[in-house]
């Protein structure tokens, strides 16, 4: 947990090294559109905050009030982090609309899309940086901030080729509607941003590849039992929770029972990073029929 919060303070250090790069390009341009390249930078700054508040949480042992942790609190921190990005793109919105109506030449073309380009050189390293290292620890923080850093790299590059083409051309309105572009771009990421954390506060199940997985694992470990069925699973950050009813004949001692289901848990727990699981013993009268037949 210590690497990703170190990871979140990067994402804030970063942030706004990005931020007075891209800000300074639109100083020397006064470009809309990279005005607008660099306002979503600030929701970057305010993103990687969220973030780094986020993972601090989740990193909280469970406690009285919250016997299952916080990981939830990543979800939130996502979900949130997807408002900034509508609330940015309106804003860029409003500027490129104001932009076309008064169109404008841009002042020093060549240095602002020089010192924008090195910003985002910069975002894009570590974008990529987020994304493998989020996935390897199973963080939804880091991985929605790596997400949006490589949005924000796509409409960058967007954004330069624009501006490089308005300065060509002449063409002053290129400019607020490149904006616009940016914009849209921006609204649909944070549309998928929010529609992807929602589903982790909805404990929506384990991937249909992870839960057969999780199947084959409880076959192959259940020797002794009859049967599992209601196999049940959510995950809550880098964690996934596993709970499932298992039959066993009645003659089994409970100590024998325990000992099937210590041998199932660990090798779920061997095979799936933070896996937490529950088993409920039920004896042979209980059995469906049609759960998990025991290898």
């Given at each position: 947990m210590d690497r990703l919060i170190?990871?979140?303070y990067g994402s804030l250090v970063v942030g706004i090294v990005v931020l007075g790069l891209k800000?300074?390009?639109y100083a020397v341009t006064g470009s809309v559109a990279l005005y607008s390249d660099a306002l979503e930078s600030i929701i970057n700054v305010a993103a990687a905050v969220v973030a780094l508040v986020a993972v601090r949480l989740s990193a909280i042992p469970p406690d009285a009030n919250h016997?299952?942790?916080?990981h939830k609190a990543e979800y939130?921190?996502?979900?949130?982090?997807?408002?900034l990005i509508v609330v940015a793109a309106l804003a860029i919105v409003r500027e490129a609309w104001l932009a076309y109506q008064a169109p404008r030449l841009i002042e020093a073309p060549m240095l602002g899309l020089a010192i924008n380009g090195v910003a985002s050189i910069l975002n894009a390293v570590w974008a990529t940086i987020l994304l493998r290292q989020g996935k390897?620890?199973?963080s939804p923080a880091l991985?929605?901030?790596?997400?949006?850093?490589?949005?924000?790299?796509?409409?960058?590059?967007g954004v330069l080729a624009g501006v490089s083409l308005a300065t060509a051309t002449g063409w002053a309105v290129l400019d607020p509607l490149l904006a616009l572009l940016v914009a849209v771009n921006i609204l649909w990421s944070g549309w998928m941003l929010v529609s992807h954390s929602i589903g982790g506060l909805m404990d929506a199940a384990a991937p249909p590849e992870e839960l057969e997985k999780i199947r084959a694992i409880i076959a192959l470990n259940a020797n002794g039992a009859i049967e599992a069925h209601d196999v049940r699973t959510r995950h809550a950050g880098p964690v996934t929770f596993v709970d499932f009813h298992l039959v066993?004949?009645?003659s089994k001692t409970v100590a024998e029972a325990h000992d099937i289901c210590d041998r199932i848990e660990n090798a779920l727990k061997d095979a799936i990073s933070g896996a937490v699981v529950t088993i409920h013993v039920e004896p042979e009268a209980k059995?469906?029929?049609a759960g998990i037949v025991v290898v």
């Open positions: 170190k990871l979140a800000y300074a390009a016997p299952y942790g916080h939130v921190s996502a979900v949130l982090e997807g408002v390897r620890y199973r991985v929605a901030d790596g997400r949006h850093l490589m949005t924000d790299v796509m409409s960058s590059i066993v004949a009645g059995a469906k029929h």
